[in-house]
Every structure is written in structure tokens, then in C-alpha cells.
């Protein structure tokens, strides 16, 4: 094994030994953080917390303490009388179970879906984006010509047979003057 390999699997260790270490202490401090709001309704240490972790566990955080503590973004308390009631109960509920942690509920609550990507709609937004070009403080992009886009999209590995083929299908949908490609 190369220098590098052993480097490399040694920061994957690393990485992953510090995964484990955040995902068990983050475990004990969502309970803890529970039990101190319960007791001082103080939620100043949540947003500390939430200002350290990485944008994922931030936001299982603020779905899991959302859904027990009545507080704000800064900590405050919000909400009706009725309603801290409600949610003092349902954390005495899941501070009953000493298993019950952010991990445990997550898995109950929380659904991860795939959101499928939009390829055609933002190929259509970065070809309108060419034509029209880009303009701000930092300075200009031209706009680009339709050979120049007809050239980017056969850089890629669109077919040319393909794309006339579609084009003749489309022809009759076409009721415009024809583009010229070349000034």
C-alpha cells in the first residue's frame, strides 16, 4: 500500500470515529438540552448548539427540538400557555424512555425522500440564461447565439442523427421564422 492509500484510509478512520463520537454526544445532549429547558426554560444552549452542527444534523435538530420546546431561533420562549403544556408533555413522555434520543425519534419522524432532479427544466433555464446573458457588479457575460448552444449541446454526448430526428418531428410544431444560426 502506497503512501497515499495509507494516508487516505487514515482520514476515513478519522472521519468516521468523529461521526460516531458527534452521533453518540449529540444523542446525550438532545435529552440533556430537554431536561434544561424542562428545568429553567432557558433555550439559549439549543441555539447554541444548532450554530456548531453541520447543515444535516441542523436540520434534524430543529425539526426534533421544534417539535418539543416552544423557543424561537434565538432560544425564546414563544407560544400560548396551552401550548408549552403540551409540549412539556410530550418531552416528559419521551424523557420517559432513557433509550428515547434525537437518533430514536428522527427514525419515527423523520422521512429522508429523493427528490428526482429536473434535468429538462433547468437545461430550458440555462439555455434562456445564454440567450439572455448575464450582466451584475462583478462584471458581464455576454449572451451566447444559438450556433454557440447548438455547439455546447453537441460537445456533450448528444447525438447529431438525434437531434435532427427530433427537430424534423418538431418541425411541424413550429410556426416561427427560422432562426439564423449565423449573423
Not at 403540551?86 to 433509550?99: I, P, Q, S, T
Not at 455576454?142 to 460537445?155: S, Y
Amino acid at each position: 500500500m502506497d503512501n497515499l492509500t495509507q494516508t487516505i484510509n487514515g482520514r476515513i478512520e478519522k472521519i468516521a470515529a468523529s461521526e460516531r463520537i458527534t452521533k453518540t454526544q449529540l444523542g446525550f445532549v438532545s435529552r440533556e438540552l430537554l431536561e434544561h429547558y424542562t428545568a429553567h426554560n432557558d433555550g439559549t444552549l439549543v441555539t447554541k448548539l444548532l450554530a456548531v452542527l453541520t447543515p444535516v444534523n441542523k436540520k434534524v435538530a430543529i425539526e426534533f427540538f421544534g417539535h418539543f420546546l416552544p423557543i424561537d431561533a434565538e432560544g425564546k420562549a414563544v407560544g400560548s400557555d396551552k401550548m408549552k403544556e403540551k409540549k412539556r408533555g410530550y418531552v416528559a413522555a419521551f424523557l420517559g424512555d432513557e433509550n428515547n434520543n434525537i437518533w430514536t425519534w428522527a427514525d419515527d419522524n423523520i422521512d429522508v425522500e429523493y427528490k428526482a432532479k429536473a434535468f429538462g427544466e433547468n437545461i430550458t433555464k440555462a439555455v434562456n440564461a445564454a440567450l439572455k446573458g448575464h450582466k451584475n457588479d462583478h462584471g458581464e457575460t455576454p449572451p451566447l447565439n444559438m450556433e454557440q448552444i447548438i455547439t455546447a449541446l453537441l460537445a456533450s454526448k448528444l447525438e447529431p442523427a438525434a437531434l435532427l430526428a427530433m427537430l424534423g418531428r418538431r418541425a411541424g410544431d413550429v410556426v416561427e421564422e427560422p432562426v439564423k444560426l449565423a449573423a
